[in-house]
């Protein structure tokens, strides 16, 4: 495959920047007169590829989470949304949040961005707790295979002000230094890296290194938050600058929400991608 | 069930306080002669849970990495060594380093820590990025049901030094405010509460606040690293002190690389649990 810098480049260009967070939360699948089932998840996320395809979004984003809740059921309903995904040439970015050492990180990496594995998806994020290097088995093996990593930098909730906004003793803070490491690792390429940040559409600001460093990543943003977390269109440009027009931006309940009818949930896209596209990202 | 701090509490008093890991690497798979199969999986599962039973360790941690790479199959392969678990009385710390926030985190929850869920763990391993407030969900979960979660503070590899060792708004490092949330939700608690922290057995020393901190955490301290990671039981009376009695010492490949020979699986527990014992934990 082509590598995953380039194939979301070009989706962003041709389709928009909207990514469609498939979140089969218990509450939205009733609202859409479904029960909690693995099979009713492999409805669920199918519908909503099917309308982010319809729309012109960019990717869609399955949240782990809720599919892991149903066990073994539930990972092979993701694996059917992966495939579905892959089928009809869909981006996915898997949002797992892993993060380890050494071999148990190589494991990782082997189940979400090896060719062949069921839970292959063309992107995957991993959570920094254990250092940025730690990671490097992930970011190797998704660049052999074409696909892409987004680390967490700044996340859209209050709680992890205190952490990721910790001084390092280089002197940047923490989810700085996230930022200056995925910009060092995508130095040179083009039309962009395939390793990419999370930053939060509802942080507010950046520090002031932060902004900097933020138009130097050179890598996909993944901006969630936008709608149901608070996060405003407007924010976006204020936030990342002339970087924006790397923001891949997630939206999940305000397009479930707007279903089950699939025309509904289509529109709800088209608005979206419509909103951003008027941002000039 | 009774609450996870009191079960475990109870096993490391009457056994040991060694942990075996159940780490099934395609190379540790080799090395007993078994093809990296889900089947096997389980069949590596339930061979240590067995040795771990008969060599008197407190606990197992299975790493889910290794599980994952086998997608559904493999989380399959997981359901069947944490239900055996279950079964013969031995307690499962499932090793998944999962951490998000809200309804995505309360999905994780009940995954790993609700009643009745194909997946669910005496305890699991959090990671903190997201901040220890957003593990809420798991805490009054786990608090619900009688299990127990225990959170990323240092890890023995050096990659997750600069995140652990930055500084927080509050003065305090970002590894020692995790031990100063753990201590405050295990307050009062008798014998001891429920919401541990993990502590790399290689880290050498904890910072000075660190090191005082962790006399209150009165909760379990998951101590990884020893043997293969290069950590000695030397180190760990120096590192936690008076706290030493709350640690839970995993080691993985030390012990699965006496096998597969049953008897000598079940003598690598013997020999790690009384190098314990000798240090008076």
């Not at 680390?151 to 940047?172: C, D, H, K, M, Y």
């Not at 309940?253 to 709800?268: F, K, L, M, N, S």
């Amino acid at each position: 495959m082509e590598p995953f810098g380039l194939r979301l480049h070009t989706k962003m260009a041709a389709c928009s920047h909207l990514c469609v967070g498939i979140d089969p939360h218990p509450s939205i699948l009733a609202d859409w007169g479904l029960a909690d089932t693995p099979e009713n998840l492999v409805f669920f996320g199918r519908s909503l590829i099917d309308a982010a395809q319809a729309g012109g979004a960019a990717a869609v984003k399955p949240q782990s989470a809720l599919f892991e809740r149903h066990g073994s059921g539930g990972i092979g309903a993701l694996e059917k949304v992966l495939a579905y995904g892959a089928e009809v040439d869909m981006l996915t970015v898997l949002d797992v949040k892993r993060g380890d050492i050494g071999s148990t990180m190589r494991g990782y990496a082997e189940a979400y961005l090896a060719d062949g594995s069921p839970l292959a998806a063309d992107a995957v994020t991993l959570s920094p707790y254990l250092g940025f290097g730690a990671l490097r088995p992930a970011l190797e093996l998704a660049g052999r295979t074409g696909r892409g990593v987004f680390v967490l930098a700044f996340t859209s909730n209050p709680e992890g002000t205190a952490i990721q906004r910790a001084v390092t003793a280089s002197g940047l803070g923490v989810g700085e230094s996230v930022i200056r490491d995925v910009a060092e690792t995508n130095a040179g390429a083009a039309p962009m890296g395939s390793v990419g940040v999370v930053i939060g559409a509802t942080v507010g600001s950046l520090p002031p290194k932060g902004a900097q460093l933020i138009t130097q990543v050179n890598g996909p943003i993944l901006a969630p938050g936008l709608g149901a977390q608070g996060g405003q269109v407007e924010d976006l440009g204020r936030l990342f600058g002339r970087a924006r027009d790397l923001v891949l931006v997630t939206s999940a309940r305000t397009i479930a929400g707007a279903g089950p009818d699939p025309e509904r949930v289509v529109a709800a896209i088209r608005h979206s991608a419509a909103n951003l596209s008027f941002l000039g990202i």
